[in-house]
T-cell receptor
């Protein structure tokens, strides 16, 4: 199973950029990199996903290494509402056992006012 | 506007007393999922429905069952809750299996 490794936690200051790393050295060619986040007492929320190229949306940017063995979720200006657990998840586009959301421990982001 | 609605937000039941949690969606998605999230742990998939086809995860206890009477609703039935079943139960939907999942706010179950 392709797996991801994330630091346990990270702290950031409000209104500063945040870079959340994720390692996935055993990623396969058909694995998409997905990021979800879970705010306190809420269900997880989709953030962004990508395959090879960097991706941007209204919430964040996803930078994917050229060898695809790592990626970074970028929050351009952290707010207090961004404090959450961020999960980096690989999903196999072909289907099968690796096509579901398998949550790891995630990284807990704290944002200082 | 909530798109995946879970009721109730908090549920208390007694040890061994059957309990049902409900989930409804306004997205008209084909797939509905149930996850269990214990305290300080990551969500864990219990099962999912693709339309009317039920797919159980291999390690989901028999104590947990699900019903999907129509596209909009899905229920999680716990036949005989034990203390270890106290958790947050999350419902999610997606248009198809590999698509983005939309989660409800969850139901926190306490077992006394």
């Amino acid at each position: 199973d392709a797996k991801t490794t994330q630091p346990n936690s990270m702290e950031s200051n409000e209104e500063e950029p945040v870079h959340l790393p994720c390692n996935h050295s055993t990623i396969s060619g058909t694995d998409y990199i997905h990021w979800y986040r879970q705010l306190p007492s809420q269900g997880p929320e989709y953030v962004i996903h990508g395959l090879t190229s960097n991706v941007n949306n209204r919430m964040a940017s996803l930078a994917i290494a050229e060898d695809r063995k790592s990626s970074t979720l970028i929050l351009h200006r952290a707010t207090l509402r961004d404090a959450a657990v961020y999960y980096c998840i690989l999903i196999d586009s072909i289907g099968g056992a690796n096509s579901k959301l398998t949550f790891g421990k995630g990284i807990t982001l704290s944002v200082r006012p | 506007d909530a798109m995946v609605i879970q009721n109730p937000r908090y549920q208390v039941t007694q040890f061994g007393k059957p309990v049902t949690l409900s989930c409804s969606q306004t997205l008209n998605h084909n797939v509905m999922y149930w996850y269990q999230q214990k305290s300080s742990q990551a969500p864990k998939l219990l099962f999912h429905y693709y339309d009317k086809d039920f797919n159980n995860e291999a390690d989901t206890p028999d104590n947990f069952q699900s019903r999907r009477p129509n596209t909009s609703f899905c229920f999680l039935d716990i036949r005989s809750p034990g203390l270890g079943d106290a958790a947050m139960y999350l419902c999610a939907t997606s248009r198809k299996l590999l698509n983005i999942q939309y989660f409800g706010a969850g139901t926190r179950l306490s077992v006394l």
